[in-house]
């Protein structure tokens, strides 16, 4: 028997907690138990519609760097170009930036976080 099947039991509750299930839910979704709340986040995020462009312009607009995944949008080349329009137009809009990463990655910044877009050689 788990911990958290005899608290539940010390609690008055038989009902058997699946930790995996719990910690991936929704409501686990925000929470970070190890560190306290910073001012910004990375996200990773897969895109594969024209649909889901509105949730990523919102966590923009929280001030979250997001590394935004196309692979799905590279098999149709059209939609993949007015997502990656779209997106540009607002982050400009905010003074953030956007720039591609590779073939299928693409990291978008809020406002006043720049990408250096070009390498350079390593400083000595």
């Keep these: 028997m788990g911990v958290f099947n005899k608290l539940g ?3 008055g509750s038989s ?3 699946n930790i ?3 910690m991936n839910s929704v409501e686990m979704e925000d929470v970070d138990m190890m560190h306290e709340p910073a001012d910004m986040y990375i996200k990773p995020v897969s895109i594969t519609s024209e649909e889901e462009v509105k949730p990523i312009e919102e966590e923009i607009a929280k001030k979250n760097i997001i590394l935004l995944d196309i692979t799905e949008l590279n098999k149709r080349p059209n939609t993949r170009n007015n ?3 779209e997106l540009k137009r607002y982050v400009e809009s905010l003074n953030g930036d956007i720039g591609q990463i590779d ?3 693409v990291l978008i910044t809020p ?3 720049k990408i250096i ?3 350079r050689p390593p400083q000595r």
């Design 9 to 11: 039991q010390a609690f």
């Design 15 to 17: 009902k058997e907690i």
């Design 20 to 22: 995996e299930d719990y």
């Design 83 to 85: 997502v990656v329009t």
């Design 103 to 105: 073939a299928t990655r």
């Design 111 to 113: 406002s006043k976080v």
């Design 117 to 119: 877009k070009r390498k």
